[in-house]
């Protein structure tokens, strides 16, 4: 039976440029930041199935967590057709195999598609992608394309970045850093530009408790809106807008201590710093994943700083089940001496205790930028349609920098006067330990 893909669809008039961008061959390179509710997933998923026929490979669509992606994609329903999405785009006469446990489709010719998450991709098995869409890709993992870059760029391979802004991160300095070269395809299309969002939908947005920032961000793709939900936000810009986020130099005459967030079969993320009077200066920062403390402490020697206090979570002192020892030993043998911190009566004082650091923080861009990215978009859960946050953080690619500043928030005194601390926070936790000059 022949069939016609893609299949029983056309793009809209605003999806066109993208639709045809896609359609020649060769590699190609995309970055579309469109407004919510623009159909994003829709013409990455029919592009796919047309790719995948012409194309043998695999083809990855991927969202900011495997969780995510089975909710949003694989079992959403068209409202409209009353149809799953999937089965709009990939029709069974192109089907070999469906797995649903793995999110897996396989077609007649051998090509496969698959809904993956950005929070776990050093973790894929099997054969690499040939295509590869990031959905969201503004609440992604950066990592996830720097891991995946030279996979496509050497097998010929195209990739689609679709997102609705979410503060200038790394999707916008993509955006930015694309736009202009005849080699990718970069477009923003607000709700003016589209048309599919009638005025009246949004100012009912609007008088029902949506926020400007929000309306400014899912419907006219504003970069300069605040991250809804994230902790702190709005103190970074402040710093950058107060010119402490550049280039800060380490100063040799200075002890740099560092503060860890020691992942088990995860991320760790270790923030360097130097203090002087009240300023706290952020040098340096470091995460690695799949690697053992040796390697951890082999990149604190080839730096050339003179070590300080190590600044540890409480669980470093707790002991491996088959080896009898705990991290904090395992360092210590490795030459690197720390501290280790009560374990924390509740999470809010920590985030409070970094709310008060960083109004004296100096960040260096370079060096801290994929900690400073974290920072920026640590955040609780928002529903829009709800307009409710969740009562704690989300733990995703953000919680390993995070969690690390945190600790160093906590470890590090606060050298004001108490009545000044209490002026617009409330005050850190008590039982915070002094810096050790090395």
Request: hydrophobic share 40%; charged share 25%.
């Amino acid at each position: 039976m022949d069939i016609i893909l893609p299949n029983a669809w056309r793009p809209r008039a605003y999806q066109r440029r993208l639709w045809h961008f896609l359609e020649q061959d060769g590699p190609r390179r995309a970055v579309a930041v469109w407004h919510r509710r623009a159909g994003k997933d829709e013409v990455c998923l029919h592009w796919a199935a047309c790719a995948a026929m012409c194309r043998t490979g695999n083809y990855w669509h991927m969202l900011p967590e495997a969780a995510q992606a089975r909710k949003a994609i694989w079992e959403a329903v068209n409202p409209h057709t009353g149809r799953r999405r999937i089965d709009e785009a990939f029709p069974p006469a192109i089907r070999q195999a469906t797995r649903d446990d793995d999110m897996r489709i396989k077609f007649v010719n051998g090509a496969t598609w698959q809904l993956v998450g950005s929070d776990n991709f050093n973790s894929l098995v099997g054969a690499p992608p040939t295509g590869l869409v990031f959905s969201e890709y503004a609440l992604a993992n950066p990592r996830a394309w720097d891991y995946l870059r030279p996979i496509l760029a050497e097998n010929g391979g195209s990739a689609v970045f679709m997102f609705t802004p979410r503060g200038r991160n790394h999707a916008w300095r993509l955006h930015e850093l694309v736009r202009g070269n005849p080699n990718w395809f970069a477009e923003t299309l607000t709700v003016e530009d589209t048309g599919a969002i009638a005025p009246e939908v949004i100012a009912e947005e609007r008088a029902s408790g949506m926020s400007e920032d929000m309306i400014r961000q899912e419907y006219f793709c504003s970069f300069d809106a605040a991250l809804p939900g994230a902790y702190y936000g709005k103190l970074l810009q402040q710093a950058e807008r107060e010119g402490r986020v550049g280039r800060v130099p380490w100063s040799p005459e200075l002890p740099t201590h560092t503060a860890w967030d020691l992942g088990i079969g995860d991320s760790t993320a270790i923030w360097f710093c130097q203090a002087t009077g009240q300023e706290v200066r952020l040098i340096d920062y470091y995460e690695n994943f799949g690697v053992g403390l040796d390697h951890y402490a082999k990149v604190l020697r080839e730096r050339p700083y003179v070590y300080g206090e190590h600044i540890l979570p409480h669980d470093a002192q707790v002991a491996d089940l088959s080896t009898g020892r705990s991290r904090l030993q395992t360092l210590a043998g490795l030459g690197i001496t720390g501290r280790v911190l009560p374990r924390e009566p509740n999470i809010e004082d920590g985030i409070n205790a970094v709310r008060n650091l960083l109004p004296r923080c100096w960040f260096d861009a370079g060096k801290c930028a994929r900690g400073l990215e974290a920072l920026r978009q640590y955040r609780c859960d928002y529903d829009p349609e709800r307009d409710i946050y969740s009562a704690r953080p989300r733990h995703d690619w953000t919680s390993h920098a995070a969690d690390a500043f945190r600790y160093l928030a906590r470890g590090l005194p606060d050298p004001r006067p108490l009545p000044e601390r209490r002026e617009r926070y409330a005050p850190p936790l008590t039982g915070a330990g002094t810096w050790m000059s090395a």
